[in-house]
């Protein structure tokens, strides 16, 4: 079986609909995910506020979100679904990676108990 494709969300609507779906804390991130219903695609955003940090700080933890979410959603997400990661403020860009997995893992879990 091959792993779903993930695709990215762009358009404002889709976040905003993510965020009316369940979502999910953990130390490294915030993750909001909603059941569109339609699609084999595992589709993914990623944000994170100016309360992150400066440019560059932000631009570090989304970096280390997308790379963590190509790693684990194709295998731990499901398929028709839109997640949004969140990122969080001295965890996400300073977390060990591993650990920011385990986050990811964690999370996807207890959205889909």
Request: aromatic residues 4%; charged residues 30%.
């Amino acid at each position: 079986m091959t792993a779903p494709a993930l695709e990215t969300l762009l358009k404002r609507s889709d976040f905003l609909a993510c965020a009316r779906g369940k979502r999910q804390g953990t130390k490294g991130m915030m993750v909001q995910a909603l059941n569109r219903g339609e699609g084999e695609a595992i589709r993914v955003g990623f944000t994170c506020s100016r309360k992150v940090g400066n440019a560059v700080a932000r631009n570090r933890a989304k970096r280390r979100l997308r790379e963590v979410a190509r790693l684990v959603l194709p295998h731990h997400g499901r398929p028709g679904w839109d997640y949004v990661l969140i990122g969080s403020r001295d965890n996400t860009a300073e977390r060990d990676f591993a650990a920011l997995q385990d986050d990811l893992r964690q999370a996807l879990r207890k959205l889909h108990g």
